[in-house]
């Protein structure tokens, strides 16, 4: 919504208000232009707005929308802070539930394809933090019972399968933005992918959304902060 109203008269002032407002409502925006409008008389001024986007890639949302009145998305980051518990996991969604947040986010991965078995201190240690498919199923239902979004990042190519009934989009984890295959395997779901930036250069993040714009439209970077 502008706020200029119908019959105000343009100037410089109230037209680069209007076009930085348009360019606001969504990351993908990258130009706007207001043009006579043919057969327009010109003293009255008729304009028409012309809105550019990223070629390819247009508008991204999860959910149908952009997140809450307040123009903000909150995510809940849960991640593995469950620590193998799957009560604790419970309760951290129905606790993100009364804060308001509109999604929570896990991880989903499986030990055996990160350490192998003969390893078996470490390999145990990170099997602790596991949760297992039915585990994740119940959380879901969980998550959508409280009027939330459910995002996860799979860790690996199995758990990418297995996610894609369950989430309303994909997070490919900042170590993970070069990691082709999977990425591959997220773009064929037709689910909305956030990919994270970390401590990637800009030219690893530039290929990153060549390979994706060459197989899927919604998705969108992450540049995470540590407040």
């Given amino acids: 919504r502008l706020d200029i109203k119908s019959g105000e008269e343009f100037n410089v002032k109230n037209i680069q208000k209007a076009r930085q407002e348009i360019i ?21 001024r008729n304009l028409l707005v012309q ?34 518990s799957f009560e604790v996991a419970k309760e951290l969604v129905r606790r993100a539930g009364e804060c308001g947040v509109d999604a929570v986010k896990f991880q989903t991965f499986q030990t055996r ?7 078996r201190a470490r390999y145990e240690r990170l099997r602790s933090f596991e949760l297992s498919y039915p585990q994740f199923e119940e959380l879901q239902k969980l ?13 690996d190519l199995e758990s990418a399968a297995f996610l894609e009934d369950l989430v309303d989009s994909y997070k490919i984890a900042s ?6 295959p999977l990425i591959e395997r997220v773009c064929k779901t037709g689910k909305p992918i956030i990919v994270s930036s970390g401590l990637s250069d800009l030219a690893r993040i530039s290929r990153a959304v060549r390979f994706i714009e060459e ?13």
């Fill in 175 to 180: 170590g993970d933005n070069n990691f082709y």
């Fill in 215 to 227: 197989r899927w439209t919604a998705f969108g970077i992450e540049q995470d902060l540590a407040v």
């Fill in 113 to 119: 394809y990160f350490i192998s078995a003969t390893d």
């Fill in 51 to 84: 809105v550019v986007e990223t070629p390819r890639t247009g508008m991204f949302s999860l959910g149908g929308g952009y997140g809450t009145e307040s123009g903000l998305f909150g995510v809940a980051e849960i991640g593995n802070n469950h620590e193998g």
């Fill in 24 to 44: 606001t409502l969504g990351p993908f925006i990258r130009g706007v232009d207001f043009l006579p409008k043919v057969g327009s008389n010109p003293d009255r």
């Fill in 143 to 155: 998550t959508k019972s409280l009027g939330l979004l459910f995002i996860s990042t799979p860790l």
